[in-house]
């Protein structure tokens, strides 16, 4: 599974976790999630709960990325039905070594099979967890 954004703990498992005029809300997908609290918002038919950070266990950022021939790459995008993933990287010395295409200014880019390749992340606390 890719992830990428910001997610919190609660109650022992993770969720990803959004922001709206300075609330905080849990995103769930699973229905029986109702029973803690969960509400429909919108016509998505995700399920969303108010939370404060004290509530919370840990809140996290990730940031996931690839290493190829030893250069660093972003995760761009990742497209399911394809299983392709693009990756990212504004290291010019990589071109040397990687197959990539130019991609904005300074940036290069390349499109791989995501079984072709080992996603890892970063994880950067946030929301008061820093320490």
């Known amino acids: 599974m890719i992830r990428k954004g910001r ?6 498992r993770e969720y990803p976790i959004v ?3 300075r609330k905080y809300y849990l ?5 029986e999630d109702k029973v803690l609290g969960f509400i ?3 016509v ?22 690839a290493m190829l021939s030893g250069y660093r790459f972003a995760l761009e ?27 904005g200014k300074d940036e290069y880019r390349m499109d791989i099979p995501v079984d072709q390749v080992t996603i890892l992340e970063d994880r950067v606390p946030i929301l008061g967890f820093e320490e």
Do not use: C, H
């Open 7 to 12: 997610f919190a703990v609660w109650n022992g």
């Open 19 to 21: 922001s709206q005029r």
């Open 27 to 31: 995103q769930s997908g699973n229905p």
């Open 40 to 42: 429909e918002m919108g």
């Open 44 to 65: 998505s038919g995700d399920l969303y709960k108010e939370i404060s950070t004290d509530e919370l266990e840990d809140a996290y950022e990730v940031f996931p990325y």
């Open 77 to 103: 995008s990742y497209e399911k039905e394809t299983g392709m993933v693009m990756l990212v990287t504004n290291n010019p010395f990589a071109q040397k070594k990687v197959a990539v295409s130019p991609y």
